[in-house]
C-alpha cells in the first residue's frame, strides 16, 4: 500500500528553521525516518515537499487518483489559513491525518485554527519528527 507524506512551506528548511521550536532534525532525515518506519509495515511511500499551496492540492488529487491507502499531510502555515486544502481534503475519499512537529495549540492565537483539521480523520501533533510515526503508525494499524 500506498501511503503520501505531503509537506508544506518552509519545511525544506529544517534543521535551521527554529530549532528550538521544530527540532534538529532536517526534512531528509525525517523522509529516512519515515521510508524505514513504513518499510517496516509493508508500507510504500511518496515523500514530498512544496512551498505552493496550489501544489499540495495537485498532489491530494493525485493522492486520491493512484489510489494511496493514506496521506500524511503537515500543511505548515498553510493548516491556518487555507480553505483550498479543506475543500481538497473533502474532496477525496482518502483519509487524510493532519500531522505538526510542534503543538500548534499551544503557540500564538493564529495557529489555533486548522482548516486541515476540520477534514483530517486524525491528528498528529507536539512529537517533533515522530509525530510522522505517530501517524504512519495509526495507518498501518487501521486507525482510521
Ligand atoms: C507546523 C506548525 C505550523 O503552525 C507552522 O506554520 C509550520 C510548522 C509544525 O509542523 O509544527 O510551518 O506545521
Keep these: 500500500d500506498l501511503v ?4 508544506g512551506p518552509n519545511l525544506n528548511l529544517l534543521g535551521m ?7 534538529h532534525r532536517t526534512l531528509d532525515d525525517i523522509a529516512a525516518m ?3 518506519n513504513a ?23 493525485e493522492a486520491q487518483a ?19 486544502l479543506l475543500d481538497a481534503i473533502k474532496a477525496i475519499t482518502v ?9 500548534p495549540s499551544t503557540r500564538e492565537e493564529f495557529r489555533h485554527l486548522s482548516y486541515v483539521g476540520m ?16 501517524a504512519l503508525d495509526a495507518v498501518a494499524n487501521g486507525e482510521l
Excluded: C
Design 66 to 84: 493512484l489510489g494511496a491507502k493514506a496521506v500524511l499531510l503537515n500543511a505548515a502555515a498553510y493548516t491556518h489559513t487555507s480553505i483550498a
Design 39 to 61: 518499510a517496516g509495515h509493508g508500507l510504500r511511500t511518496e515523500f514530498r515537499q512544496t512551498n505552493h499551496e496550489g501544489e499540495l492540492v495537485d498532489w491530494l488529487h
Design 17 to 23: 528553521r527554529e530549532p528550538e521550536i521544530y527540532g
Design 4 to 7: 503520501y507524506v505531503l509537506n
Design 34 to 36: 519515515v521510508e524505514d
Design 119 to 134: 477534514a483530517a480523520a486524525m491528528t498528529v501533533q507536539g512529537h517533533g519528527a515522530d509525530s510522522y510515526l505517530i
Design 95 to 103: 483519509p487524510v491525518v493532519e500531522v505538526h512537529l510542534s503543538d
